[in-house]
Nanobody, 126 residues
Framework: VHVIEFGGGLVQAGASLRLSCAASGRTGSHYAMGWFRQAPGKDREFVAAISWSGTNTYYADSVKGRSTISGDSAKNTVYLEMNSLKPEDTAVYYC????????????????????WGQGTQVTVSS
């Protein structure tokens, strides 16, 4: 299974950015998916997650209210729309996928994910 992220870049504070992630490699499989980020010198932290059905989502307090995670279960693709970006949002953003038959499960713990992307850099300038 391959997980790949798209959409990182350099933006100014207050701007918006949309990250995309696709999981591929196992036809007919479903994945709960999530976003994590890691800033220089810090541990990887949870950002947002979505069930494979797309009906359930969960956000970290740091992004709640200014970010939206959504997905296309038919394509095993997930998106993270981030608004009102702050310099402290600067990090490498990683997408993760967990193979599951449970359509409503949201996965928050990084250790529970099966597959990870290589990450995409998001830099927010002040």
């Amino acid at each position: 299974v391959h997980v790949i992220e798209f959409g990182g870049g350099l933006v100014q504070a207050g701007a918006s950015l949309r990250l995309s992630c696709a999981a591929s490699g196992r036809t007919g499989s479903h994945y709960a998916m999530g976003w994590f980020r890691q800033a220089p010198g810090k541990d990887r932290e949870f950002v947002a997650a979505i069930s494979w059905s797309g009906t359930n989502t969960y956000y970290a307090d740091s992004v709640k209210g200014r970010s939206t995670i959504s997905g296309d279960s038919a394509k095993n693709t997930v998106y993270l729309e981030m608004n009102s970006l702050k310099p402290e949002d600067t990090a490498v953003y990683y997408c993760a996928a967990r193979l599951t038959a449970a359509q409503f499960v949201v996965v928050v713990e990084p250790s529970e994910y099966d597959y990870w992307g290589q990450g995409t850099q998001v830099t927010v300038s002040s």
